[in-house]
């Protein structure tokens, strides 16, 4: 069995926000109401299959934000490959 060890900052996540959205991020701090998050992005369906969005359009890309916990249904750390291409999307670096 596997124990489950959370979220941790400097960790890619994947949020499910209780509006149905679900976003992908870097975790920059976990405060007692709210996730501190860079560079968030929505998934999308592209004609190609899955794909990164901006989650917030007006705002600066290299803003961290705040998001509330009483808006967030799920968080878990991204599966590896996905979070791989996150971080090649808003880094531009290849991880191997």
Same mark, same amino acid.
Request: negative net charge; without cysteine; proline residues 5%.
């Given at each position: ?28 701090? +976990? ?10 992005? %929505?998934?999308?369906? =592209?004609? /190609?299959?899955? &794909? ?9 890309? +290299? ?10 249904? %799920?968080?878990?750390? =991204?599966? /590896?490959?996905? &979070? ?13």
């Amino acid at each position: 069995m596997l124990i489950d060890k959370g979220v941790s900052a400097g960790e890619v996540i994947t949020l499910k926000l209780t509006s149905g959205e679900e976003l992908v991020a870097r975790l920059v701090e +976990e405060g007692t109401d709210f996730y501190k998050l860079s560079k968030p992005s %929505v998934i999308g369906m =592209s004609p /190609k299959g899955p &794909a990164l969005m901006p989650y917030l359009f007006t705002v600066s890309p +290299e803003k961290d934000i705040k998001l509330s916990k009483t808006a967030v249904a %799920v968080v878990a750390a =991204s599966d /590896k490959e996905f &979070a791989d291409q996150y971080m090649q999307g808003t880094t531009g670096i290849a991880l191997a």
